[in-house]
């Protein structure tokens, strides 16, 4: 499967849009960059970690959520064997292309499957709804969570996809 980058859409006005601002950040990246916060949270769970499309090849974000999480106590970060594979949302993509769609979500959910924690974690919610509708369809009890949740202590709430 090729990988489009840059692929920047087309404005109304015919002229391709531009890429974000250099002032432009992921919470993620924003909270240990920018703020430089210390993370004051506990979350005893083993979780996966789910790298969004376009924080990962747009926005450079991949250690910055990990370092969050590793200040929070109690998670147990077990990775996914391939961390850049998209999850098959991709906005309209998975509408145009519902059954490329559902093969690459099945390949993700078959990985957190194989990591064996019990929460997936991401900053994307395209890609939180997509993963855990496919986990719920197929059985699985593996939670699906923002980050943020975690980060602010703030999993006290029903999962992405749980009723309340």
């Not at 909270?31 to 789910?50: C, G, M, N, Q, W």
Request: glycine share 8%; with cysteine.
């Amino acid at each position: 499967m090729r990988i489009i980058r840059n692929c920047w859409p087309t404005i109304p006005n015919g002229r391709r849009a531009h890429r974000p601002s250099p002032r432009t950040y992921e919470l993620t990246q924003f909270l240990v960059e920018v703020a430089k916060v210390k993370i004051d949270a506990s979350f005893p769970s083993r979780v996966t970690y789910h790298d969004s499309c376009s924080s990962l090849r747009e926005m450079n974000v991949k250690a910055q959520p990990r370092d969050l999480l590793r200040q929070v106590k109690g998670v147990q970060i077990s990775e996914l064997a391939e961390t850049d594979a998209c999850c098959g949302f991709g906005g309209t993509f998975c509408v145009k292309f519902p059954d490329i769609s559902n093969k690459m979500v099945e390949r993700k959910t078959a990985e957190i499957a194989s990591t064996g924690a019990d929460t997936l974690l991401a900053g994307d919610l395209g890609c939180l709804m997509n993963i855990a509708g496919k986990l719920k369809r197929e059985g699985s009890t593996v939670k699906v969570r923002h980050v943020a949740e975690v980060l602010a202590g703030m999993t006290d709430s029903a999962a992405i996809g749980d009723a309340e």
